[in-house]
């Protein structure tokens, strides 16, 4: 098959276009021919190599996959079936998989990082339990746009922050992948939302996904404009994916009882914490990683009936992986990059 690959760490140069084998299956696992697959801000970690996470070489990345079936060594499969797949696989038979909470299973992984081989290609395998069925109104690209990002994003709000009608909301970086997927399932679930972003652009396509106020990150101080736009109060949720840069900003955005979540540390991973504002404030922070095979389930019904949707950035053919992931790089997008694949 075709596929893009890295035999090395370094920039979006080592990502070649080249032949690769295709993949064996094992029991329980389908063979999916992949039509699209979105890119990930994990995908240029793992090319990069800074995580400190050994990646086998070659590698292809790719987490969030749309296509359809086309063999499969489980029973009751339906060949052609079009699908989008889950990003999380786990071993399915340890204490937290049978309780539901896969992503927190000791040998959790995501597709398209370390073991996995991912979706830059023209086939991709998976255990059957990672399949999806789409509806026929849905396309290849905008089904990859959707997983990882959105169930991040509903495990971070609905699950770890437990948002309540009526609360607010402060979204960082609208733009981004899970940014745009918090906006739409905060104001879909009644918060007041506010959301940052680094240009007039991208602040009016915050507002058209439902933001209530926007702050300019670069111009305004984040933590000043919320307390000025919530009356001094601050907010009640925080959702936090960009570390180092935000940090002290997002602490100080947090209203009494305020939960900051976070999923992500791009600018780095050191944050300080005054423990004054901690304990007296009776702030909450939380770690969140992904989110279950149920939770994917759950939000996906919204996305089918219409009422959630990824916004698509711009499409580039999978021989092109290399300006995808510049593109992503720059921070130019809003919302998903996404690979078509022939
Ligand atoms: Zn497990």
Redesign the pocket.
């Known amino acids: 098959m075709k596929a893009v690959r890295f035999h090395e760490h370094g920039d979006h140069g080592v990502l070649r276009y080249e032949e690769a084998p295709d993949p064996n299956l094992a029991p329980g696992e389908v063979l999916v021919r992949v039509r699209a697959c979105a890119l990930n801000h994990l995908d240029i970690w793992a090319r990069q190599g800074l995580r400190r996470v050994p990646i086998p070489m070659p590698h292809i990345s790719g987490s969030d996959v749309a296509g359809d079936v086309i063999a499969s060594a489980a029973p009751d499969v339906a060949i052609g079936r079009r699908v989008m797949l889950q990003p999380g696989v ?9 309780s539901g909470r ?1 992503n927190e ?4 992984e995501v597709l398209g990082y370390r073991n996995h081989a991912g979706g830059y290609a023209q086939f991709v395998k998976v255990p059957v339990q990672n399949l999806v069925p789409i509806p026929e109104e849905i396309d290849f690209v905008h089904a990859a746009a959707f997983p990882l990002t959105f169930l991040t994003a509903w495990h971070m709000l609905m699950t770890r922050a437990k948002l309540k009608r009526g609360e607010d909301v402060l979204v960082l970086a609208a733009g981004s992948g899970v940014g745009q997927a918090a906006i739409q399932i905060a104001f879909l679930h009644g918060a007041r939302v506010f959301a940052t972003a680094g240009s007039d652009e991208k602040l009016e396509r915050a507002r058209a996904l439902g933001a209530f106020e926007v702050i300019h990150h670069h111009t305004q101080d984040i933590a000043q404009e919320i307390k000025r736009l919530t009356n001094r109060r601050g907010v009640d949720v925080v959702l936090e994916h960009v570390g180092e840069a935000t940090w002290p900003k997002s602490v100080r955005s947090l209203a009494r009882g305020g939960r900051l979540v976070t999923c992500g540390a791009t600018t780095g991973p050191n944050g300080t914490l005054d423990l004054t504002a901690l304990f007296s404030k009776q702030l909450t922070i939380q770690g969140s990683y992904m989110g279950t095979k149920g939770e994917l389930m759950r939000v996906a019904r919204f996305f089918f009936a219409g009422q959630l949707a990824p916004v698509i950035d711009r499409t580039y053919p999978l021989a092109d992986a290399a300006a995808a992931q510049q593109r992503m790089e720059e921070s130019g997008q809003f919302g998903k990059i996404v690979l078509e694949v022939q």
């Open positions: 786990s071993c399915g038979r340890c204490a937290e998989c049978l896969d299973c000791a040998r959790y």
